[in-house]
């Protein structure tokens, strides 16, 4: 069983549904869309993509480090723990403003696995493979459309943080 995240387009009306109703949420969250402009899953690399974005394991206070930022919490998750939070729209076109000024390569080169390890990235441990860095900077440019998108439409977002089976 592993943790993962997963962002889901939201606009303001949505998050005021969701707010007064979060029984709705489950159907909100798995609902048609385009995967990467509407819903995005980072899988299990999500806290290597937050290193890679902040060169840090914590949260850092910045734009960028959105993927694990405190935020305001719709509740608990299906085991009842926290887990989901809501992105307001102008932090979420914060973020994809912030993240088209920092390049893939720049990111890329932040990619170690023994230093991520010793920070204690989730998952960092088992990045010893060739193909680690490919794994991670996959969810790049689908985190790049996703906010990009957000940014167009004046959404925000819904983060939720789960266990996988």
Not at 20 to 47: C, I, K, T
Not at 139 to 147: D, K
């Amino acid at each position: 069983m592993g943790m993962v995240i997963y962002l889901r387009r939201a606009g303001d009306a949505d998050i005021d549904r969701l707010v007064a109703d979060p029984s709705v949420f489950e159907d909100f969250l798995f609902e048609e869309g385009v995967e990467n402009l509407d819903f995005l899953d980072l899988g299990e690399a999500w806290h290597a993509v937050h290193y890679l974005l902040t060169g840090s394991a914590d949260d850092v206070g910045h734009t960028l480090g959105l993927i694990i930022a405190a935020l305001p919490e719709l509740g608990a998750d299906e085991n009842g723990e926290g887990g989901i939070g809501l992105i307001a729209p102008p932090l979420m076109k914060a973020f994809a403003d912030a993240l088209d000024k920092v390049d893939d390569t720049t990111l890329a080169r932040r990619f170690d696995a023994k230093v991520m390890a010793k920070a204690d990235v989730y998952l960092a441990d088992t990045f010893g493979s060739a193909d680690a860095l490919d794994y991670v900077m996959q969810g790049i440019p689908a985190l790049r459309q996703f906010a990009a998108q957000c940014r167009r439409t004046g959404d925000g977002a819904i983060r939720v943080i789960a266990h996988n089976d």
